[in-house]
């Protein structure tokens, strides 16, 4: 059996542990929105039409912002059809997803519901279709205090108080031949420059995330990266990156190490911005939002569908209504090592926590995500759910970068990479800290020793796990709680060292106090 190591020692800080880490993401795409949280026929909706099922599971889940409108719905997106008496805002075709816009959850909608979850609304600016004067005027009419006529209208909409929105995001995937408006880099990281300059006019206290490379594989990455902020950075706050991950041609081992990928990706987008840093001479640091990840089974959609939109689709939704509300696109149900992988994501995230001080899950409801509901019947957690949850409610203060010593394997996507993959976190605070660990064997367990000794006194206070003999189990309709955390009943601690033992393809957090 391959045995590990593992150092903790708290004055190695990677940096603090932004609560914006622990976002998620509702698009207008498939039934994210309508039957996903909104569903007013619902047994369990509110009086606003939301389903309160859903948001015990948000609250649950622990997220704590979640970005919205969209994702390339946004780039054809305008924000007055969603605003003003429901029946009287206009139904829409969203070029994006093939589907019809009914408009009926909106900018006040939305927000009502993230303040029901408790998270902070970030919302996106069509940068695609549309320009700096309607970004201003999304600003103006969330944002701004009594006197002007937007800021009377949305008063008048039943919004007496500012919606007080922070985080905003400058367009989505511009680099994307398919993104409405995509433009070369030199075009977007102008547009985006001078839109970032107005919205500051109009709102100091804004933060603005400039658009990234929707992937690392795309052929204009991380020149992209490069020229968008040598227009605009010392306009806005973040850049953003999106990567999803999944099993190809069967290849788990690759997979597993889907989080080296992510590892690599991101480094590779520090060095791009610090390098824009060093031209300009700017005593400014750049950070990341990292505003859509996930395990996403995209793959073969992508190579049997050209067009854009029809690569979410099911070919019977083809043949039918070509024009649906709220179709069925990309419902991903996760299994056991899509779990570990997504518990292995967030320990990439929070080893770079002192860069990526935001981050997305994508999405939230149905569509590649954590929850799942049936209209008018149950919603459910996915096995996803589970390394999201406990990662929210354990890593806080400040990440630790902690030293690895375990044996590497060979992958045929990586190269040779660690079986065993670790981070800790540290609240001096509360005196907590958390231990969060993946083992990547596909077939061996491997006992960890964790040196706690620089902690000081810690007691085991929790250890859990996300690990199956059948690492393909699933969660579904038929059977909700196939998967769901378990013991780790191996952790224990003596004169300051944890002994643990992960099963093969698993994940563990280790919480002390
Ligand atoms: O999350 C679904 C889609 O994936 C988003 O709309 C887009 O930004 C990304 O390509």
Not at 329 to 348: C, F, R, W
Not at 425 to 434: H, L, Q, S
Request: hydrophobic share 40%; proline share 5%; net charge negative.
């Amino acid at each position: 059996m391959p045995n590990a190591r593992v150092v903790v020692d708290p004055r190695y800080v990677v940096g603090p542990i932004n609560r914006r880490l622990f976002g998620s993401f509702i698009e207008h795409m498939g039934r994210a929105v309508y039957t996903g949280i909104y569903e007013p026929d619902h047994p369990t909706a509110d009086d606003e039409g939301f389903r309160q099922d859903v948001i015990e599971l948000v609250r649950e889940l622990g997220v704590s912002a979640i970005r919205y409108p969209g994702g390339n719905f946004v780039s054809g997106f305008h924000w007055r059809d969603s605003i003003g008496p429901k029946d009287e805002r206009p139904r829409r075709l969203s070029l994006a997803w093939r589907a019809t816009e009914t408009n009926e959850v909106g900018l006040h909608e939305f927000s009502s519901w993230v303040e029901k979850v408790g998270g902070e609304l970030m919302y996106a600016i069509n940068l695609g279709t549309a320009d700096t004067r309607e970004a201003l005027e999304v600003v103006e009419y969330a944002n701004a205090p009594r006197r002007s006529t937007l800021a009377e209208e949305r008063i008048a909409n039943g919004r007496t108080e500012p919606f007080g929105i922070t985080m905003w995001y400058l367009g989505n995937e511009m680099d994307g031949p398919w993104q409405l408006g995509h433009a070369p880099a030199d075009d977007y990281g102008k547009k985006a420059s001078r839109t970032a300059k107005a919205l500051r006019q109009l709102d100091p206290r804004v933060e603005l995330v400039a658009s990234g490379s929707s992937h690392p594989t795309m052929p204009t990455f991380p020149e992209w990266e490069r020229v968008v902020l040598e227009h605009t950075y010392e306009d806005v706050d973040y850049i953003s990156c999106h990567g999803y991950y999944e099993e190809k041609n069967g290849d788990l081992g690759s997979f597993l190490a889907a989080p080296v990928k992510m590892d690599r990706y991101l480094d590779a987008v520090i060095a791009t911005a610090d390098h824009v840093k060093a031209l300009k001479r700017s005593d400014k640091t750049l950070n990341i939002s990292f505003d859509e990840w996930n395990v996403w089974y995209l793959g073969d959609n992508l190579r049997r569908f050209p067009r854009q939109a029809d690569r979410f689709y099911r070919t019977d939704e083809i043949e039918g209504d070509d024009w649906p509300e709220a179709p069925r696109l990309a419902e991903d149900v996760y299994s056991v090592a899509d779990a570990v992988v997504v518990g292995g994501l967030l320990i990439s995230l929070l080893r770079h926590a002192d860069r990526v001080s935001s981050a997305a899950m994508s999405m939230l409801v149905n569509v590649i995500a954590p929850i799942t509901t049936e209209p008018g019947g149950p919603a459910w957690r996915q096995s996803t759910y589970f390394p999201f949850a406990l990662t929210s409610k354990l890593a806080n203060g400040v990440a630790l970068d902690v030293r690895v010593e375990s044996e590497d394997y060979e992958t045929a996507e990586h190269g040779r990479v660690p079986l065993v993959d670790a981070v800790a976190t540290a609240d001096a605070d509360a005196g907590r800290a958390a231990v969060f660990l993946v083992n990547r064997s596909l077939t061996e367990e491997v006992t960890v020793t964790v040196d706690l000794a620089a902690l000081g006194r810690v007691e085991l206070l929790d250890a859990r796990m996300i690990a199956d003999e059948d690492v393909y189990a699933r969660n579904t309709r038929d059977e909700p709680d196939r998967v769901q955390l378990k013991a780790n009943a191996s952790a224990a601690i003596e004169d300051g060292v944890l002994t643990v033992t992960l099963p093969p393809v698993s994940w563990t957090a280790v919480a002390l106090g």
